[in-house]
T-cell receptor, first 113, second 113 residues
């Protein structure tokens, strides 16, 4: 079946612009996660959605970052007023539930110039 | 300080040879430990997952070990193939927060013919 998909695969933006990254999870997966992967570093947890529960936003690095999820489907991660330090690969993952195996998308490579 | 440390940072091996990657963690209380393989430009893919009571698990030519007392894990790759060239990431989760994974920075393995 289809895996987790993300779009765009690459995004180059100018400092100060807003960007929106999209994630389509595996159908039927109630849990969805966003991570940031900076060059040479481990993945950093950003946010977790589980069904209709309030999301765990504890990993968002600043109030410029926000994310939404429509029911148990698509999620968007928005970064406002982008800074150069936001340059990274943003990965999305989904799972059947919070404990189950997480399946990752290919990521969106964001470059802020 | 990162709660999951991996070594070496990178290594190069000849096709057909074996190698062992190390992972030390401080995550507590421990729930489970996973090893992921991440090909360049792709999302991580799960290789093994081990809970507290398991001390070894195999997936084809990949064998993971876990010593929960010393908080150490290893991933052994047997008879390496060119397709094993990738980053191998150790990931640990804590009890009561299984969804919130702590990622190591990864070991980059390059297999040469």
């Amino acid at each position: 079946g289809a895996g987790v998909s993300q779009s765009p695969s690459n995004k180059v933006t100018e400092k100060g612009k807003d960007v929106e990254l999209r994630c389509d999870p595996i159908s039927g997966h109630t849990a969805l996660y966003w991570y940031r992967q900076r060059l040479g570093q481990g993945l950093e947890f950003l946010i977790y959605f589980q069904g209709n529960s309030a999301p765990d936003k504890s990993g968002l690095p600043s109030d410029r970052f926000s994310a939404e999820r429509t029911g148990e489907s698509v999620s968007t991660l928005t970064i406002q007023r982008t800074q150069q330090e936001d340059s990274a690969v943003y990965l999305c993952a989904s799972s059947l539930d919070g404990w189950y195996e997480q399946y990752f998308g290919p990521g969106t490579r964001l470059t802020v110039t | 300080k990162n709660q999951v440390e991996q070594s070496p940072q990178s290594l190069i091996i000849l096709e057909g040879k074996n190698c062992t990657l190390q992972c030390n963690y401080t995550v507590s209380p421990f729930s489970n430990l996973r090893w992921y393989k991440q090909d360049t430009g792709r999302g991580p893919v799960s290789l093994t997952i081990m809970t507290f009571s398991e001390n070894t698990k195999s997936n084809g030519r990949y064998t993971a070990t876990l010593d929960a007392d010393t908080k150490q894990s290893s991933l052994h790759i047997t008879a390496s193939q060119l397709s094993d060239s990738a980053s191998y990431i150790c990931v640990v989760s804590a009890l009561w927060n299984d969804y919130k994974l702590s990622f190591g920075a990864g070991t980059t393995v390059t297999v040469r013919a």
